[in-house]
């Protein structure tokens, strides 16, 4: 389960009433939210390790599982698993490929920087939390969404999703959703 107040620690890191903040945390919060496993201590990464750690998630990662909490999250609102399907499907489409290029970013993926560079991941898990994600596009998001994700609690969708689901699909199609248990989350009928 998400720790409630660690995100409120999050959300009072970076967000106010007024929109972007700058608030600084006291120790004993920082702490708090890093022991929840909601905040972090700044890491350094290259452009390699970071495109590895992506190929590595997207293999072990089953696309069935992902959509699933995809969908459970329609009900609860869980808008850091929804992030995640955004991150896997990118994510897969991202090749393992070395630093190409002279400048500061990658012309392959667009990631800055084929040295180690230090990533601050708490802004990152802030927008998981506030928006299910904005930076689907960058590796390193995905990343830290799909690792995020690999180590979340997995909830089981309700019927309850599956007409919130429903409703999503039957707005701008014509068709059922159904859900059978003994095969794929979803299916069209």
């Known amino acids: 389960m998400v720790d409630k107040k660690a995100v409120k620690i999050l959300f009072k890191r970076y967000w106010s009433s007024a929109g972007w903040t700058n608030t600084h945390l006291r120790k004993e ?6 022991e929840a496993g909601i905040m972090f201590e700044p890491i350094e990464l290259s452009h ?6 992506v190929n590595e998630l997207v293999n072990i990662i089953d696309l069935n599982e992902i959509s ?4 459970a999250s329609l009900s609860t609102r869980r808008l850091d698993l929804r992030s995640a399907l ?23 993926c667009g990631s800055s920087s ?4 230090r990533q601050d991941l708490n802004v990152l898990n802030f927008e998981r939390f506030k928006w299910g994600g904005v930076r689907h596009l960058d590796p ?3 990343a830290f969404d799909l690792n995020q994700y690999s180590n ?12 919130i689901l429903n409703k999503i ?3 701008g199609l014509y068709g059922t959703i159904v859900h059978r248990p003994s095969s794929p989350a979803v299916q069209t009928v």
Do not use: M, R, W
């Open 140 to 142: 390193l998001y995905i």
């Open 86 to 108: 955004g991150s896997y499907i990118v994510g897969k489409h991202l090749l393992e490929h070395t630093f190409i290029g002279t400048g500061n970013y990658c012309i392959y």
């Open 29 to 34: 919060e920082l702490e708090y939210a890093k």
């Open 152 to 163: 979340s609690e997995k909830l089981v969708p309700t019927p309850e999703d599956y007409e």
């Open 114 to 117: 084929n040295t180690k560079e």
């Open 68 to 71: 699933e909490q995809f969908i």
């Open 48 to 53: 390699d390790e970071i495109i590895h750690n």
């Open 169 to 171: 699909l039957t707005d």
